[in-house]
């Protein structure tokens, strides 16, 4: 009986006392809690270990707890073997749906702020991006909801910066982006994250299970940007990145192919191997093989733009304290947020 099955039994336990036994009723876990309970048995120590210094660097908390055991009366140093019986709600758990193999999907109930998909038709040098993301954040759960698409000549790309956003309170870790500016000052970025079913949150264990699926948000930089200074309060650096336009195009073509690629094709997210940096490393080093090494920077992607830096893949000329300061566009970003202008004032 394998570790998933045995972890959506309900069972009674049968613990004796002085006078009797005393039966406890556990319910079966939720779906989320059954999942994380299979998965770490097959971690082992090691990787429960890594898991919880993952969530404290987050700063991430899984769930409430399951149902706690409860018992009544005094309870005797020596038990008996527990007596463990099936729930009929699982006489048949071939037809669970959780027991049934994970397939990714792009057919679910998604959060409003991730439910299309961004899409690029190439046409000789020129790519129109379908869904192009430019909402209006009210607060967290509440947006004026508005697409575009835009039709881009590839020989007007001119600048690709890496943004990176600390998490509150765990600067080690962070969510990192690209974001493309084109002549004329007009920007588009890329966010890859974990897809959210209307009732999910972010767990990094969850993370590692297959529990998310993969996305590419491609969207305005008023959208993508103000979410992140203006609603949730993050810092938010912007770094110039080193680089020609036509290695700018040929990054910003393959990140294209690649929301393609999701779109006919769901990937799962993990945590550690198919999130928001492995995602932007895995592009640089397809257009430059080798150039971003295998470094603890990576998964501690809060330090990722001091990697960078001493890549020399950033445009800078001063020490790394002094560019991360510069960097910082969190007031400009709330001075002019209604500007039309925007992607040109927060980088004065």
Same mark, same amino acid.
């Given at each position: 009986m394998?570790r998933? *099955?045995?972890?959506? #039994? $309900?069972?009674?336990? +049968?613990? @004796?006392?002085?006078?009797?036994h005393t !039966?406890?009723?556990? /319910? ?10 299979a998965?770490l048995?097959?971690?082992?120590w ?6 919880v *210094?993952?969530?404290? #660097? $987050?700063?991430?908390? +899984?769930? @409430?707890?399951?149902?706690?055991l409860? !018992?009544?009366?005094? /309870? ?11 729930d ?15 397939t ?10 991730q439910?299309r998909?961004a ?11 379908r869904?192009?993301?430019?909402f209006?954040?009210?607060a967290d759960d ?5 697409y575009?698409d ?6 007007a790309?001119?600048s ?30 890329l ?8 009732d ?23 959208d993508?940007i ?13 770094y ?5 336009p ?7 073509v393959?990140?294209?192919?690649r929301?393609?690629q ?5 990937e ?9 940096t ?5 592009h ?23 990697l ?14 002094e560019?991360?300061?510069a ?10 947020r ?11």
């Amino acid at each position: 009986m394998n570790r998933l *099955l045995v972890s959506y #039994l $309900a069972y009674s336990v +049968s613990l @004796p006392k002085f006078n009797g036994h005393t !039966t406890v009723r556990i /319910q079966p876990p939720s779906r989320h809690e059954s999942i994380e309970r299979a998965c770490l048995g097959r971690l082992g120590w090691p990787g429960r270990g890594l898991i919880v *210094l993952l969530a404290c #660097l $987050a700063g991430c908390q +899984s769930g @409430p707890p399951g149902t706690a055991l409860q !018992t009544t009366g005094s /309870q005797t140093a020596v038990f008996q073997p527990m007596s463990l019986q099936l729930d009929p709600t699982l006489a048949n758990p071939s037809s669970h749906p959780l027991l049934a193999p994970l397939t990714p999907s792009n057919d679910r109930n998604w959060k409003t702020v991730q439910a299309r998909l961004a899409r690029a038709e190439f046409k000789g040098d020129h790519v129109t991006v379908r869904d192009i993301r430019n909402f209006r954040h009210l607060a967290d759960d509440q947006h004026e909801i508005d697409y575009y698409d835009k039709k881009f000549d590839l020989d007007a790309i001119r600048s690709v910066d890496f943004v990176v956003v600390p998490f509150a309170g765990a600067p080690n870790m962070a969510h990192t982006m690209l974001s493309f500016g084109f002549e004329g000052g007009e920007h588009v970025v890329l966010s890859v994250e974990a897809r959210y079913e209307q009732d999910e949150t972010y767990n990094p264990v969850l993370g590692l299970m297959n529990q998310y699926e993969l996305i590419y948000v491609l969207g305005d930089e008023r959208d993508l940007i103000q979410l992140r200074t203006n609603v949730w309060l993050n810092d938010v650096y912007i770094y110039p990145a080193k680089a020609t336009p036509p290695q700018v195009r040929e990054l910003f073509v393959d990140v294209l192919r690649r929301a393609n690629q999701l779109a006919e094709r769901p990937e799962f997210y993990n945590t550690l191997t198919n999130n928001c940096t492995t995602n932007i490393v895995d592009h640089i080093n397809r257009l430059v093989p080798n150039r971003v090494p295998l470094d603890q920077r990576i998964l501690l992607n809060g330090q990722s733009d001091r990697l960078a830096y001493e890549l020399g893949l950033l445009d800078a000329d001063r020490s790394f304290e002094e560019t991360k300061a510069a960097a910082r566009i969190n007031y400009l970003a709330y001075l002019y947020r209604d500007s039309a202008d925007f992607s040109t004032l927060i980088r004065r």
